[in-house]
């Protein structure tokens, strides 16, 4: 099939795998940041494929799961108002909040809508103009252009019923987290494509120079990831910490960069709070001042209030990648995607879900031919 | 590690006071309605059994019977429409208990302000879809609500059919080394009228597989004529929650693993486009005009050939094992020789963010 079988073709794969196998001598531990390369490498077995000194841990990329509890809970409250059309990408919807997801909201009665792009929402919003339509502003550095593009048409059209509620998180201060880390164990990274694509990957230069780690830019197919780790075992095992790029027919080092002078026109940086990690300085972003018209926060005056996560979830360990979803005790019994404890287990994407979806059973790891 | 032992949950969000969409997905939290609510309720044995369809004797002939109501939106779709999908949707429940479908009800709960003409235009093809399935809509009901409390039209209907003699279909009769066999692509249906709401609109030729199924179950158990017609296990048409949920009612309740080779399920490559952009994966998608057949291993070349004759089957393939091993789970071996569980889900597919 176009543009999907060129990079799931199985003949490859054992080419791939065998190579890695060939160059391996001792064993590496490598991340993947980004939760939809988690999916992957869960959904296909790839990790099951590589030879045993290959460990592969899995990051904090899933941008549904480090939302935190106090920004959900804000989430909840504008939506449960009635003159507003709360507007959301469609995984949000079932995350919990300290007391209820949204979802719920919507069953009792709040205007909560799925969309696929926060223009929809715009478009809501002018064929609304008796509502306040808030789109809630989620993501890493690949959904803030796209969001920043929506406010930045909202003032152009003159709406003054459109806001967002920002809770948008940056991958290189995670990375820096995890490095600076006493109990970091990882060794190579696997950088996430779609982030790059927008951002080039300059910063993650600066990060392998100041760290001594290699980085490989990486996409999202079964086999983008093979390659990746093959380019990531191959720098280890030669002693190279450089930064390549696999995903080249996506990312260039620049990135996009029309994209990020919008994004920047709209946001800055700011100290960010990650759920399951904690506040990470300077790891997101939010509105600009002289945007700060469409920041919901400010409009709705929605309170500031802590949430306390439940002190059995390790959640904290396993987005670090120091424990594995299956070390946690109440991993698969108390804590599943229909009662999800912590942060991974709440989105598809987060390793927790993805190691219980596809992985419950100890033998499913075996390779079956 | 030593785990913190509290008795509440921290977060008790499974408890919840109100009907959430996600209750009527045919996922995990629609069987917990069944059981909590509905079972508890009736406390019938013969709704007990969560056939498609309640099997029962009267005057020595065995008859099956049962009831679906529909809710789609838009009304019509490229391949059909809320009508004809009302007809399918209770003859293929009938067909799935190995019953030629007899009568219909048909009953609608129609919005303040819906236009005639499409109300017109609605009856004309439930008329023709129950002419074609070679069934009649005999008895019917008509309620209208307020504008704002409805969305259109809803179309309940019930059927009736008898069962043929010899059939004993059960999820439970599903046995280690039985073959899973589709009649054709999946998840055409649910892409279909995905593509067509509000919001999503993207550019496809995916078309609904809305069909009546009993000619093509009918061509199964003749293909079995002379044999035993036990050969086939049991049938279920993969509405919502797609395939997936299909093989995961029957793997728990046969109690038996239930083993899918990922390469050989048909799925169109739009729909398989569609789903990827989407994130959706096309197990859970739902059909309306598809069936999987769980058949005896020595029958099941038999069962194949049959159903590729028919105009229904033409896609028909064999896409799994019934095993003994992870009782109540089914899994998917994937093209790269890895193994990986295809999971009940709690609710609805929800579209990801990247």
Known sequence: ?369 | MAATLSLSCPIPLQVTDRILLGHGSGGKLSAALLDDIFLRAFRSPVLARLDDQAVFEIGGTRLAFTTDTFVVKPLFFRGGDIGSLAVHGTVNDLAMGGAEPLYLSAGFILEEGLDMDVLRRIAASMAHAAQVAGTEIVTGDTKVVEKGCGDGAFINTTGIGIVRPGVRLSAANALPGDRVIVSGTLGDHGMAILSEREGIGFDTSIVSDSAPLNSLVGTMLDALAGSSLHAIRCMRDPTRGGLASSLNEIAACARVGIELVETSIPIREEVRGACEMLGLDPLYVANEGKLVAIVAPEAADAVLAAMREHPLGLDAQIIGTVGAKHPGLVTARTAFGTSRIVDMLSGDQLPRIC
């Not at chain 1, 909202?154 to 998180?169: K, Q, W, Y």
């Not at chain 1, 779609?194 to 780690?213: I, K, N, P, T």
């Open chain 1, 1 to 369: 099939m176009k543009f999907l079988d060129e990079y799931r073709d199985p003949k490859l794969a054992e080419t791939l795998v065998a190579d890695i196998r060939r160059r391996v001598t001792r064993p590496w531990v490598l991340m993947e940041i980004c939760g939809g390369q988690t999916h992957t490498l869960m959904r296909y077995g790839i990790d099951n494929l590589l030879p045993p000194q290959v460990e592969l841990v899995h990051g904090p990329g899933c941008p549904v799961c480090v939302t935190p509890l106090e920004i959900l809970d804000k989430a909840v409250e504008i939506a449960s108002r009635p003159e507003v059309i709360f507007v959301s990408y469609g995984d949000m919807l079932r995350v919990p909040g300290s007391t209820r997801d949204l979802l719920q909201v919507k069953a009792a009665g709040g205007d909560v809508r799925i969309a696929y792009s926060p223009m929809e929402a715009v478009d809501l919003a002018r064929k609304n103009p008796d509502r306040k339509v808030v789109f809630f502003a989620v993501g890493f550095e690949t959904t803030a252009p796209a969001n920043a593009m929506a406010v930045w048409q909202a003032r152009r059209e003159g709406l003054t019923n459109f806001s967002i509620l920002v809770s948008h998180v940056l991958v290189p201060p995670a990375i820096r987290l995890l490095l600076e880390s006493p109990a970091n164990r990882v060794q190579g990274f696997i950088a996430p494509g779609h982030v790059c694509s927008v951002m080039g990957y300059s910063e993650y230069e600066e990060l392998a120079r100041q760290y001594d780690v290699p980085f490989v830019v990486t996409g999202f197919e079964p086999l983008d990831l093979l390659q990746g780790i093959q380019m990531l075992v191959a720098q280890l095992e030669e002693g190279r910490t450089d930064v390549e790029n696999q995903y080249a027919r996506s990312v260039t080092r620049e990135g996009n960069e029309p994209a990020r002078l919008r994004m920047m026109d709209v946001f800055e940086v700011t100290d960010r709070k990650w759920r399951g990690i904690g506040e990470i300085s300077q790891s997101g972003y939010r509105l600009r001042e002289e945007y700060a018209a469409f920041d919901a926060e400010k409009l709705f005056g929605v309170s500031n209030t802590h949430a306390d996560e439940p002190p059995e979830c390790i959640a904290a360990l396993v987005l670090q990648g120091i424990r594995k979803p299956v070390d946690c005790p109440v991993f698969g019994n108390r804590c599943t995607p229909e009662k999800p404890m912590g942060a991974p287990m709440v989105s598809s994407e987060g390793a927790c879900a993805a190691y219980y979806r596809y992985r419950r059973h100890d033998d499913l790891v075996m390779v079956q031919r």
